[in-house]
């Protein structure tokens, strides 16, 4: 009887487990949400000299945030960003697309700007 318990129990805990892992299986961030979040730092981007806003340093905390737990995340948010940078990419300014994430606190694995390699191996490892 015990033995049948204990199985019960385990399997109740291997699907409570799947439940909780099934939304992680996609890429829970999308490119909307990136798009959206990182708005605010498109004047910083884009500028000579000054510093980031505080609603662009959020928006950069929120991506390393959401990012950090999943490599697939980090491949779609790099992959986003990218994409959405290349279509400004003649305005930006490379030295504070370096320096954006320092500026705001935060050690992402991948550059916010155009010419970052999506596949590399920055991106495979989580720095922090
Ligand atoms: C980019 O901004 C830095 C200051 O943050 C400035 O020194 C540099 O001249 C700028 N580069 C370009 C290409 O405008």
């Known amino acids: ?31 909307t949400a990136v798009q959206w979040k990182l708005m605010p730092c498109v004047g910083f981007l884009t500028t000579t000299g000054g510093s980031p806003t505080a609603a662009c340093c959020r928006g950069v905390r929120w991506l390393y945030g959401a990012t950090k737990g999943s490599l697939k995340d980090r491949i779609a948010a790099c992959s986003c960003i990218k994409s959405v940078s290349a279509s400004i990419a003649g305005e930006l300014n490379a030295s504070n697309v370096d320096a954006l994430p320092g500026l705001c606190d935060v050690h992402l694995s991948y550059s916010i700007g155009p010419s970052t390699d999506c596949s590399s191996e920055r991106i495979m490892a989580n720095i922090l």
């Open 1 to 31: 009887m015990g033995g049948v318990r204990r199985t019960m129990a385990l399997v109740a805990v291997a699907m409570a487990a799947l439940l909780l892992a099934a939304p992680s299986g996609e890429a829970a961030v999308t490119c």
